[in-house]
């Protein structure tokens, strides 16, 4: 390196690019891929170098010189480091926001790449020649964790850590200190990731429809000239896509491989995560929101130095670096949750695929409902078609009804028809799944006196009245604001006049409790899964059949396994037929055909039924007479004829301030920028561009927590166009005097317009 080199670090913060600064060798040498401290503003942060250069712009005296070098051994690879340009300019975010994203906290604090190992105890050859004959009479504990240790020798288990010993003991730490005074015991630092006591797993035969997608990947791996190539594992619910994925996964480690595995949902990680080690025999280790800062460096530093072979996380785990990645795999690929809907707007489903093409590996996307981009693209022959048109082992279907309630009484929302269905199924020892998409007790609490109804003071919407152990509460689901259930009417002071309107998971617990007293029930909605490890408790309990009637949101609508349920019951879908969103009939057909999966999944058959007052919408005819594949190719040329994706593409520019006027003032001056940028192309281009501007409109919610907000939408058939004239606006945004006036951000292939 010569004496002085040009440092290009990424900082957080908003800035399209790096900043320079200056090193000379006497301040160590920084690494591409490493971090390193330098003075920013008034402090000193971590950046991450992405590249050494000989030349600057400006003048080499006026830059600032690195404070110092953190890692001598890059964290990630050059083409790890392409990864995070590529997200950077497609989703137009700053460099150093994408950095931020992608390194962990205690990383981004500064501290060492190298996780800190646990404790691991084994026991010693005078341990293994002991016996417990040995240990006082009296001494049950050390008994029980002897016995342990021994117990785990037959079975070839060598060290356990703490989180091991906790799990099958109690108090066991005196004892473990008791018998290493004995040498019965050592210890030694072992890795981070816990190792786990494995389950017992019968060997699933495949069937031939799984065996054919399992050797078409594995074929794909095998060969001598493989490469990136993407698949689409469409399979109905039950159809035993975990086993093809685990098939696919033992071949890839055979070969020395690792593996990405995203799942939606963290309440899905610790039972998939289970389920991989008891057939895969390996630590699988797991990155997702639910953990700690040392659980979270820990996923990330075994992955990156090869000391496992599996990660399983959610979206944020796709830009894990690997040692030696060889296959990605996403679960549920349609799923809306793995488009991050603040901050850095990635789509981890496009960002794996895209991970995949720039390291030429193949990748796997599987669902029982697949989005129409993914659909799309199988029609456009950018992605192989694998099916499994059969659910595993000897379960059948279960059989999909409408049942119309217009003008049928309904008891807390639920209908006569329905009511009769799950007394009959609970008489034949069946298990029983409500869902109802709305948590709380109530959506609506209003005065039967005056019509005044529990408004949000930040929002442009209701609150939900929530039933609490010692006080009823009122809370927002949008901005999170919570209130006391009001005494009396603050409209007519009347204080025997609330009505509550409508029903949530709570109020149908209650009813449900209320109809069938003998019958254990069980809730499972964001509410009663917020503590950690409280979603694998609940789950747990239904897969085991320790509750009759099962009640959820959408949380229980994704890969779960519940053997017992034989009876599934929709209470209300309609909404998605009538959504100003032009996606809801997508979500709302992927949503019916998923919770209807959780029944029959055994040897017991499964019924659904679901409740309608529009049982001649084309769109329920068509899912529920021909299945999600005609719904969905029927919605793929509905979307041709009104121009909207997958068949052209969009970038949403969002806005949002206190005062209204500003956020317009600002996005009508974008509109008007972005048309003379246009104009300007058109000129130097043979070939007219044609973007459309939709906008600047309201937002679906006009105001949220006390802001308003507009929105701006460009679209064209051609996505390089797109980009084209928003990469040349985009300083001009961030220099913009009307800009900092409002809080804006940029949604590329945005999901959501709310």
């Not at 594995?218 to 000239?225: A, K, R």
């Not at 491989?257 to 289970?274: A, F, H, N, R, Y």
């Not at 029983?432 to 929002?459: E, T, V, Y």
């Not at 529009?614 to 899912?623: A, G």
């Amino acid at each position: 390196m010569s004496q002085s080199s040009i440092v290009q670090v990424a900082v957080s913060g908003p800035f399209l690019s790096p900043l320079d600064y200056v090193c000379v060798e006497s301040e160590g040498v920084p690494v591409v891929g490493g971090r390193v401290w330098v003075p920013f503003r008034n402090k000193k942060v971590v950046g991450l170098v992405m590249s050494l250069n000989n030349s600057t712009e400006f003048e080499i005296a006026k830059l600032k010189k690195i404070d110092q070098v953190i890692d001598t051994v890059p964290l990630f690879t050059a083409q790890q480091l392409s990864l995070f340009h590529w997200a950077s300019q497609y989703y137009h975010e700053p460099i150093g926001e994408v950095v931020s994203a992608v390194l962990p906290k205690r990383l981004r604090m500064g501290e060492p790449a190298k996780a800190k190992g646990m404790a691991h105890w084994s026991l010693t050859p005078l341990g293994e020649q002991a016996s417990q004959d040995e240990l006082s009479k009296n001494a049950s504990r050390q008994r029980a964790v002897f016995e342990f240790f021994k117990q785990a020798k037959v079975s070839n288990q060598g060290y356990f850590s703490a989180t091991n010993l906790s799990q099958a003991l109690k108090n066991w730490q005196p004892s473990v200190k008791k018998l290493l005074q004995m040498g019965w015991l050592q210890e030694r630092e072992g890795s981070c990731l816990a190792q786990s006591v494995y389950k017992t797993s019968p060997k699933h035969i495949l069937n031939e429809a799984q065996q054919v997608a399992v050797d078409t990947v594995v074929n794909e791996l095998q060969s001598i000239s493989s490469g990136f190539c993407a698949y689409l594992l469409e399979g109905i619910t039950g159809s035993g896509k975990t086993e093809v994925y685990l098939g696919m996964i033992e071949a890839a480690i055979t070969q020395g491989k690792q593996v990405l595995v995203l799942v939606p949902e963290i309440g899905l990680t610790p039972q998939m995560v289970s389920r991989f080690e008891a057939q895969l025999r390996i630590p699988v280790a797991s990155l997702h929101s639910g953990l700690n800062d040392t659980e979270r460096h820990c996923a990330w530093h075994v992955m990156r130095t090869g000391q496992a072979k599996v990660l399983l996380g959610t979206r944020s785990a796709v830009f894990t670096p690997f040692k030696n990645l060889g296959l990605c795999i996403i679960d549920e690929e349609h799923d809306l949750s793995y488009k991050q809907q603040e901050g850095f707007r990635y789509s981890a489903r496009d960002l794996i695929v895209q991970r995949a093409f720039q390291e030429k590996i193949p990748v796997v996307l599987g669902s029982a409902t697949p989005s129409l981009e993914s659909l799309h693209n199988v029609n456009q022959g950018r992605y192989q078609h694998l099916e499994l048109k059969q659910r595993a082992g000897n379960a059948s279907l279960p059989s999909l009804k409408l049942l119309d309630i217009r003008g049928e009484k309904i008891q807390e929302g639920v209908s006569r028809p329905l009511k009769i269905a799950m007394q009959s199924c609970l008489e034949e020892g069946g298990q029983i799944l409500l869902f109802l998409n709305r948590r709380g007790f109530a959506p609506i609490l209003m005065c039967h006196k005056c019509g005044w109804q529990a408004s949000c003071p930040s929002c442009d919407a209701n609150m939900t009245l929530h039933s609490g152990q010692n006080h009823d509460y009122l809370q927002c689901h949008h901005c999170g604001e919570q209130l006391a259930e009001p005494e009396c009417c603050p409209s007519c002071k009347s204080d025997d006049s609330f009505i509550k309107v409508g029903q949530g998971t709570e109020r149908l617990h209650e009813t449900m409790a209320a109809w069938f007293p003998e019958h254990s029930i069980l809730r499972i909605d964001r509410d009663t899964t917020r503590r950690k490890g409280k979603m694998a408790e609940l789950t747990g309990i239904a897969q085991r059949g320790e509750a009759d009637i099962l009640i959820g949101t959408q949380m229980l609508a994704k890969g779960h396994h519940f053997p017992n349920v034989t009876l599934v019951g929709v209470l209300d879908i309609d909404q998605g037929l009538f959504s100003a969103d032009y996606r809801a009939a997508e979500r709302m057909a992927q949503l019916i055909m998923q919770v209807a999966g959780r029944a029959g999944r055994s040897k017991k058959a499964g019924e659904v039924l679901i409740q309608t007052h529009q049982p001649d919408h084309p769109l329920l005819t068509t899912l529920i007479r021909e299945g999600y594949d005609v719904f969905a190719q029927q919605a793929l040329r509905d979307r041709l004829h009104a121009n909207l994706p997958p068949l052209c593409y969009q970038i949403l520019v969002r806005a949002e301030a206190s005062n209204p006027q500003d956020v317009m003032n600002f996005l009508a001056s974008l509109k008007a920028g972005l048309a003379l940028n246009l104009q300007k192309m058109n000129k130097e281009n043979k070939d007219e561009i044609q973007i459309e501007f939709w906008g600047p409109v309201a937002a679906p919610m006009l105001r949220r927590q006390g802001r308003y907000r507009f929105q701006l939408l460009l679209q064209s058939a051609k996505r390089q166009n797109l980009h084209q004239l928003l990469a040349e606006m985009e300083p001009y945004i961030y220099k913009s005097p009307l800009a900092r006036k409002v809080r804006w951000s940029l949604d590329v292939d945005p999901l959501d317009m709310m």
